[in-house]
């Protein structure tokens, strides 16, 4: 196993942000991973889990424990309907692969960045998809190094919830169950995903995708609600809000604190204008200064304002009808 001390996480932060960190496991097997795993258990070592970086603002702050990347764990392999996919497998090329194949299921993932271990430990949605609809069994590993195998649905608790976040096992691969497809249709999916993406500048700068999770129970997209809060005018520096999509925040050579200080920048905003309490999407890794933990970490009542979200659910409605 490749593992290097003092090592910088910027060439694995999809943000371009981080520090040093004490020492970075870079596993190739399921016995690596175990292994890197029961090392830090062993010398007690914080061990921080990246995957792709693509849903995380990993801190600029020195570092003392570990963190463990997985893109050593690549490999695909292609039984029928059936893939068994490692934790480091890109989500375009896992698209790409089961297009290969005439297998539908997973279009919705191309050119949505990370890699399948972060994407089924957060359970993630777009394009009418969802990892929990196409998994059958997850391969993990224990905080004490233990190999563990899900395979009940209650793996995934609900959108951007599975027990994966709460245990902090590792995900190390993944069976997908596809079914067959016409590939020419499969082909159409993906080409809309890219050009959707690409259309709301999600490729432009570096970013960490959505900072802040929907609430289906207020009934409107986190984007829509900074959106018409004017959170697209918010820069601070060096970190910028997305002129294309409100709910992104582009790194133009900002530093991990001015990022998140623009994010809660972006709360305030939304909470003071409609009353709504946004939740972080974006995984914060790393050492985080104590002014800032208590910011993040701030709570506020929900008190959502009924006429405004109202109003703006009608005014959507028209707009999209």
């Not at 563990?148 to 599975?162: A, L, N, Q, V």
Request: neutral net charge; charged residues 20%; contains cysteine.
């Amino acid at each position: 196993m490749t593992s290097f001390r003092s090592a910088h996480l910027k060439a694995y932060s999809y943000y371009g942000t981080g520090g040093v960190c004490g020492e970075l496991y870079r596993p190739t097997s399921m016995d690596e991973l175990v292994d890197a795993v029961k090392t830090s258990h062993r010398l007690g070592q914080p061990l921080i889990a990246l995957g792709g970086g693509t849903n995380s603002l990993v801190l600029d702050e020195p570092f003392a424990g570990a963190f463990v990347v997985f893109h050593g764990l690549d490999q695909i392999v292609v039984t029928g309907e059936r893939l068994r996919v490692g934790a480091g497998v890109d989500n375009t090329r896992l698209a790409e692969v089961a297009l290969q194949h005439g297998l539908d299921g997973v279009a919705w993932m191309n050119r949505l960045p990370g890699q399948i271990g972060g994407t089924v430990r957060m359970n993630a949605r777009c394009y009418g998809g969802e990892i929990s609809q196409v998994v059958a069994e997850v391969t993990a590993v224990s905080r004490s190094g233990e190999v563990r195998t899900y395979r009940e649905r209650s793996m995934f608790r609900g959108y951007k919830d599975t027990v994966f976040m709460t245990s902090g096992d590792l995900i190390a691969s993944v069976e997908l169950q596809l079914v067959a497809g016409d590939k020419a249709g499969v082909a159409r999916k993906m080409q809309a995903c890219a050009d959707d993406r690409i259309a709301k500048g999600q490729f432009d700068y570096p970013s960490c995708g959505c900072v802040f999770k929907n609430d289906y129970g207020i009934g409107l997209p986190s984007g829509l609600l900074l959106e018409q809060a004017g959170a697209k005018a918010l820069k601070h520096g060096g970190a910028e809000v997305s002129p294309l999509h409100a709910n992104f925040v582009y790194n133009k050579g900002a530093s991990s604190r001015a990022i998140l200080e623009l994010t809660l920048m972006m709360r305030d905003l939304v909470y003071r204008e409609f009353g709504v309490w946004m939740a972080y999407e974006m995984e914060i890794l790393g050492s985080l200064p104590p002014d800032l933990a208590e910011r993040v970490a701030e709570v506020k009542e929900q008190r959502p304002d009924q006429v405004k979200i109202e109003a703006l659910k009608q005014k959507t409605s028209r707009f999209n009808g």
